[in-house]
């Protein structure tokens, strides 16, 4: 397309269009990761309602909630947040982070998550190169970035999200992407099957559950999107960072060993190494191994 031929041939100007959009993005993940486990909840509540038969007066009374309405508006006053008041990372810094009516504080975390997806967009798009793939790739990170915080907030990892996650990845690599598609094929089958495997065992062993079902689609989604071949070095970035965060966690913070700590943060970690230095990593991996 003349468009994004001309993007690709400016990259200042590149540049500049990936900042922009990924700094609204980032915004609206905002709202993807406060709403979407609300949406969740009220989905689960209604089929539990329907399938107790419960009469019209016994069911909870609740607004619907989606991820275009009710509008956003202050948690303290209520203020509904003006057009001016929702410009990303800007009208926060203009704020002075609090809100317009009532002064109450903001959260610095929205700012954060607007400039962190900016930053990893960038990121994504100088490393793999002015291109359709680097293009792709920003739906991933911003996927990534979007689990990353529902699953560290609430333990869950929305099908919504890891299972088209997936479907994408295949079907992208149907046309080689960023790799053939059999390596996709093959990977999202082993990225499941693998965390399955270790439920399962870790279950039979202990009778707990070890980890959510939503790993193991995240894993699945990362193979199709890389390939079966970086699967390990995933697997095993995730899972030194995550016994590193654990045991930190358990010295440092006094926190107990039967508190759930979530695992889809540092696959999603692990993922977006992997997709900016897969070359290497790999390169890595086969000389560790001798091949």
Known sequence: ???????????????????????????????????????MEQDWRCQCEEFLELPEGQKKPEEPVTLSSPASTCPSCGHRIKPWENIPVISYLLLKGKCSSCKTGISPRYPIIEAVTALFSLITVMIIGPSYAALWALLLVWALVAL????????????????????????????????????????????????????????????????????????AALGAWLGWQLLPAVILLSSVVGAIVGISLIVFRGQGREVPIPFGPYLAAAGLLSLWFGAEIQAAWYAYLGL
């Open 1 to 39: 397309m003349p468009m994004f031929d001309t993007l690709f041939a400016t990259p200042w100007l590149l540049f500049t269009v990936v900042a922009f959009v990924s700094l609204c993005i980032g915004s609206f993940l905002n709202v993807v990761i406060l709403r979407l486990p609300r949406m």
């Open 148 to 219: 990353t915080v529902i699953d560290f907030d609430t333990q869950l990892l929305p099908d919504s999200m890891t299972l088209p996650l997936m479907w994408l990845g295949l079907v992208l690599n149907y046309f080689n992407t960023f790799t053939d598609f059999s390596s996709a094929f093959w990977g999202a089958v082993a990225g499941y099957l693998s965390l399955w495997s270790v439920y399962w065992l870790f279950k039979l062993v202990t009778g707990k559950e070890g980890m959510g079902h939503g790993d193991f689609k995240l894993l």
